[in-house]
């Protein structure tokens, strides 16, 4: 399955979490959740949640990284959506107030405002935010699972009852009841006979513990998402600025004047128009990463759009009646992964819709076992150095 199947210690997790290096902590969260899957896959068939934690983390790793990003800024650059109608607009009407730029001048002065360098800044920090506060929570309880009960031979109640006391009764955000609930189904899955029932065992875990994560994250997933807003007093403000070097406050008393006195006002009209289309390309550029995750082989789930996979024959009929439940809470398509593609990637129910789906349709999916790394990169890693080679 992996290139490396030692066991994360709570030390080790804990080390990996203090790492100083965004980058380096990433790959190195990203390796310790593959050999934490490996390690329980070795007690329960199908994907955990660690398994699905590793791809995410890996795509993570891009965002944080900025990958590819001078790219996509260029093509964003040169494209005529930021020139028309919106730009032609703001240049007309800063003209008539006396702005000595050209057209062509104002397209580079708007371009430089809005700097969508800046929001993919702020999105790569609240990623790198979010996956080390995922995992120095929930990669710490798998560590701590695994030293714990993964060697049982039998069951044993008092012994998970143990573990589960140390986690937080209560709700997320604050509360991990839906981790006290999954870590159990984990260790039920571990002497579970029946293809089926073990199955839907690992899926109702995988969910609770989604539901645990992904509440968490709602702030740095909308901070990522909302990195491309820009504060509207503050865009006008920089861009007026920007348009009238030497007489901007007369143009902004101007402008507050018309106001005053209802006057129609073609630059406040044009500004708005400009910034909604700053907005919405500034907001294609994030979601182009932060709403993909790529898979082994060059697989590339798209977010926004449904799963076309299947749910394998063991999870096809639901019948464990606790899963039952918390799929008719959850799942608006209990059945089916149509309309799967979670539009809005900072909406809650949107995104946990998807990650169910995921999680279902790709529990008997081997491939996820794979090392996100070479061997050669898992040296390199382990060494604390930076690897070679695609990441």
Request: aromatic fraction near 8%; include cysteine.
């Amino acid at each position: 399955m992996g290139l490396d199947h030692s066991i994360p210690t709570l030390a080790e997790v804990d080390r990996i979490a203090a790492l100083p290096d965004v980058v380096i902590r990433n790959l190195q969260i990203t390796q310790c959740y593959h050999e934490l899957a490996v390690a329980l896959a070795t007690r329960s068939a199908g994907a955990n949640w660690c398994t699905f934690a590793t791809w995410a983390s890996k795509q993570a790793g891009q965002t944080i990284r900025q990958e590819d990003f001078a790219r996509l800024l260029e093509k964003a650059r040169r494209s005529a959506s930021i020139r028309a109608p919106a730009a032609p607009e703001v240049a007309a009407s800063a003209q008539a107030l006396g702005s000595q730029q050209s057209l062509v001048e104002m397209q580079e002065t708007v371009w430089d405002v809005i700097n969508p360098l800046a929001a993919v800044a702020r999105a790569s920090a609240a990623v790198g935010r979010g996956n080390l506060k995922v995992f120095e929570e929930i990669g710490r309880e798998f560590a701590r699972f695994c030293a714990a009960c993964l060697n049982d031979a039998a069951f044993d109640s008092e012994k998970i009852a143990r573990f589960c006391e140390e986690l937080h009764p209560g709700d997320p955000p604050a509360g991990q009841h839906y981790l006290r609930q999954a870590f159990t189904r984990y260790y039920q899955a571990f002497f579970e006979s029946e293809t089926a029932v073990r199955a839907q065992l690992m899926l109702l875990a995988n969910i609770e513990i989604g539901f645990h994560e992904q509440t968490r994250l709602q702030p740095e997933i909308a901070e990522a998402m909302n990195a491309a807003l820009l504060d509207h007093k503050e865009f006008r403000l920089r861009l007026i600025k920007a348009l009238f070097p030497q007489n901007s406050g007369w143009v902004r008393l101007r402008l507050f004047l018309l106001k005053l006195f209802d006057r129609p006002r073609p630059l406040d009209a044009a500004l708005d128009n400009l910034q909604a289309e700053a907005r919405r390309i500034a907001h294609l550029i994030i979601t182009e990463y932060v709403m993909t995750i790529g898979l082994p082989h060059d697989v590339i789930l798209h977010l926004g759009q449904d799963l076309l996979a299947e749910f394998p024959p063991a999870l096809q009929q639901i019948t464990l009646s606790d899963l039952q439940a918390l799929l008719a809470q959850l799942d608006p398509t209990p059945d089916s992964p149509r309309e799967s593609g979670a539009v809005d990637w900072s909406a809650l129910p949107d995104r946990l819709h998807y990650i169910i789906e995921l999680f279902r349709c790709y529990h008997e999916s081997v491939d996820l076992f794979e090392s996100p790394f070479t061997a050669e990169q898992v040296a390199a890693l382990k060494a604390g150095r930076l690897p070679k080679g695609r990441l």
